[in-house]
């Protein structure tokens, strides 16, 4: 299964990928730093989940980056001596719509960010979110969000029994 939360997001907002700049605030889809397109960062822990990403980008022709460092390596691993071989896609702005449809084609979908509703801020682009909208989806870079809260009440009343 994929990462739904990973973005290089830091408390102060989204890392570009490619230089590292922070990009909070920032609506252009290219970095104002190195001036390559911005991207949503899709981390798998699924090689299948990854594969069948990637066939369904290359069928519906939605263009894509890619990193496999664990390619030919069986099992579930994710570290290998202290290094991370989890398979990556790189996804531009610009292509969220057109990869949402070819997923859509294969039952899949992008993942859906975790937002907390006490920081309401898109992690992929760093603008603020709408607060009370049951499904947010971010108006500058589109990134579909769902709400949870870091101190749940509910969650505070439970005991657990040792």
């Not at 989940?49 to 069928?59: H, I, K, P, S």
Request: aromatic share 8%; proline share 8%; net charge negative.
């Amino acid at each position: 299964m994929h990462d739904p939360a990973h973005h290089h997001a830091t408390p102060d907002g989204p890392l570009c990928p490619h230089c590292g700049y922070l990009l909070r605030g920032v609506r252009s889809p290219v970095c104002v730093e190195c001036g390559r397109e911005r991207c949503r960062r899709l981390t798998f822990f699924d090689r299948i989940e990854f594969d069948a990403f990637r066939a369904a980008f290359g069928l519906a022709r939605v263009p894509y980056v890619c990193s496999d460092p664990g390619q030919g390596i069986l099992g579930m691993a994710t570290v290998i001596d202290g290094v991370n071989i989890r398979p990556v896609i790189m996804l531009a702005w610009k292509n969220f719509d057109a990869a949402e449809a070819a997923l859509e084609e294969f039952g899949l979908a992008l993942p859906v960010a975790l937002v907390d509703s006490a920081s309401p801020f898109c992690p992929c682009c760093g603008f603020s979110l709408r607060r009370g909208v049951e499904d947010p989806r971010c108006e500058v870079c589109g990134t579909r969000c769902a709400w949870y809260e870091e101190h749940d009440e509910e969650c505070a009343d439970l005991e657990l029994e040792p």
